[in-house]
């Protein structure tokens, strides 16, 4: 099966998990790091999620799953020990049109979760259709080890310098130009050594005008 790649905007939005062990866990801290607002459905909680619940950070309905606890969800995840119980929350997804992940469990799945990498704002996924979760979860870690923090200081600074370029006089092309000329072969490097005189003069190559990093960074773009 073919899945459409796609990156959704959890901010603020319900998301419930069904269980409650390292999984189910595991799951949750993904959901809380994009901002949603999450429930977590089951009798009892591994000891991380009871400190979120002890932390205010989650709600808990402290019992089973039963129908109806998927009224007012954007997304759900399962991830129970339960086949009986992951077959009800598909059933209930279906039916409410609510975007599902059933852990270890593809077929009952309407979405499914990359192995990702994380360095700031640039996210990484790989995916392997469902086919080898093992695969990707090793070409992650490769990725971890080839992408260090440098790219997040690189997105950084590119992103504070785009409204720069885009509030100038290049049309639609010549921006798209520019944004390539910034990204100099050796950009990454500069970043690494932190060798900011030297990132600092290729912008200011690249704009035609003097650029001050420690302006730039004050000024978020």
Same mark, same amino acid.
Request: glycine content about 8%.
């Given at each position: 099966?073919?899945?459409?790649?796609?990156?959704?905007? /959890?901010?603020?939005?319900?998301?419930? !998990?069904? #269980? #409650?062990?390292? !999984?189910?866990?595991?799951?949750?801290?993904? /959901?809380?790091?994009?901002?949603? =607002?999450?429930?977590?459905?089951?009798?009892?909680?591994?000891?991380? @999620?009871?400190?979120?619940? +002890?932390?205010?950070?989650?709600?808990?309905?402290?019992?089973?799953?039963?129908?109806?606890? @998927?009224?007012?969800?954007?997304?759900?995840?399962?991830?129970? *020990?339960? %086949?009986?119980?992951?077959?009800?929350?598909?059933?209930?997804?279906?039916?409410?049109?609510?975007?599902?992940? !059933?852990?270890?469990? %593809?077929?009952?799945c309407n979405f499914i979760l990359p192995a990702t990498m994380r360095r700031g704002?640039?996210?990484?996924?790989?995916?392997?259709?469902?086919?080898?979760?093992?695969?990707?979860? =090793?070409?992650?870690?490769?990725?971890?080890?080839?992408f260090g923090e440098e790219y997040d200081l690189l997105l950084q600074l590119l992103? =504070?310098?785009?409204?720069? !370029?885009?509030?100038?006089?290049?049309?639609?092309?010549?921006? +798209?130009?520019?944004?390539?000329? /910034?990204?100099?072969?050796?950009?990454?490097?500069?970043?690494?050594?932190?060798?900011?005189?030297?990132?600092? +003069?290729?912008?200011?190559?690249?704009?035609?005008?003097?650029?001050? @990093?420690? *302006?730039? *960074?004050?000024? #978020?773009?």
């Amino acid at each position: 099966m073919n899945y459409f790649p796609i990156c959704l905007d /959890l901010n603020n939005r319900s998301c419930l !998990v069904v #269980g #409650g062990g390292a !999984v189910a866990s595991r799951k949750v801290r993904q /959901l809380l790091a994009c901002g949603a =607002n999450v429930s977590v459905v089951s009798p009892e909680l591994c000891s991380n @999620l009871a400190e979120l619940v +002890k932390s205010g950070e989650i709600d808990w309905r402290e019992r089973p799953y039963q129908s109806g606890d @998927l009224r007012g969800a954007f997304l759900a995840i399962a991830a129970t *020990d339960d %086949p009986a119980v992951h077959s009800a929350v598909y059933r209930e997804a279906e039916a409410s049109g609510i975007l599902l992940n !059933v852990a270890d469990e %593809p077929h009952w799945c309407n979405f499914i979760l990359p192995a990702t990498m994380r360095r700031g704002n640039l996210t990484v996924s790989i995916s392997t259709s469902g086919k080898s979760p093992a695969l990707a979860r =090793n070409l992650r870690r490769q990725m971890e080890e080839q992408f260090g923090e440098e790219y997040d200081l690189l997105l950084q600074l590119l992103g =504070n310098l785009r409204p720069l !370029v885009l509030e100038g006089e290049e049309d639609g092309c010549g921006n +798209k130009e520019i944004f390539e000329r /910034l990204i100099h072969p050796d950009l990454l490097v500069w970043i690494r050594e932190g060798d900011w005189t030297a990132v600092e +003069k290729h912008i200011q190559d690249v704009l035609g005008q003097r650029i001050s @990093l420690a *302006d730039l *960074d004050k000024s #978020g773009g």
